[in-house]
């Protein structure tokens, strides 16, 4: 039973990597050190829905707001229009006062380039047209099925690394980033960004 699905995830592979047709948001790399690295975001437009949970990325809370935007670019706005897909899938946490406190969160896709100019406006209340100006960050990425937990992780983990490298990091919110489909298996990507004081 171990040989054949063995097999079968060695089969599949070249398939369930990070689907190289997807748009991503644009950055520059600025610097890179041993576990993270330093990295530029350009103003861009994203669709953004706000919510939030105990548990920011295992929850019903996750499922309706990616399903809010993916409603979006299916077609539910005001348009009709299906727009592609892109990646990542970010969210950005302000975390609850303590362990049993709720965290506000907003989920968000990156418009395509071709949308950038003039976004699509949603037709539903809960989804929103975001518009970002230029920020840097400091990201570490790691892979895996990721839970709220191994996010928390590695931002702790981040934090206490970056700061101890010099930077002056926004501490009380950060972003955590998603590359992969759900059916993806192996080498997903999973990141936190701490963004860094103007």
């Known amino acids: 039973m171990y040989s054949k699905l063995l097999t079968l995830v060695l089969l599949t592979a070249p398939i369930l990597a990070e689907d ?4 991503v948001a644009p950055y520059s790399v600025i610097d890179t050190k041993e576990t993270y690295e330093v990295r530029d975001y350009p103003a861009t437009k994203w669709v953004s829905t706000y919510n939030y949970a105990m548990n920011v990325h295992d929850g019903e809370a996750s499922r309706d707001s990616f399903y809010r935007l993916f409603d ?11 727009i592609d897909m892109t990646s990542p899938v970010t969210t950005f946490i302000k975390p609850g006062a303590g362990p049993n406190c709720e965290s506000e969160f907003t989920m968000s896709f990156y418009i395509p380039g071709i949308y950038q ?44 690394q970056a700061t101890a490298d010099g930077f002056n990091l926004i501490a009380d919110t950060y972003y955590t980033a998603g590359y992969d489909a759900p059916y993806t298996i192996i080498n997903r990507r999973n990141e936190v960004w701490f963004k860094i004081r103007a």
Do not use: C, H, W
């Open 20 to 23: 190289p047709t997807l748009e």
């Open 72 to 82: 979006y670019i299916d077609g539910d706005n005001m348009e009709g229009t299906k």
């Open 117 to 160: 100019e003039s976004p699509i406006t949603p037709k539903s209340d809960d989804v929103y047209i975001e518009e970002r100006d230029e920020f840097m960050v400091v990201a570490t990425q790691f892979s895996g099925f990721a839970t709220s937990d191994d996010y928390i992780k590695a931002a702790a983990a981040l934090y206490e």
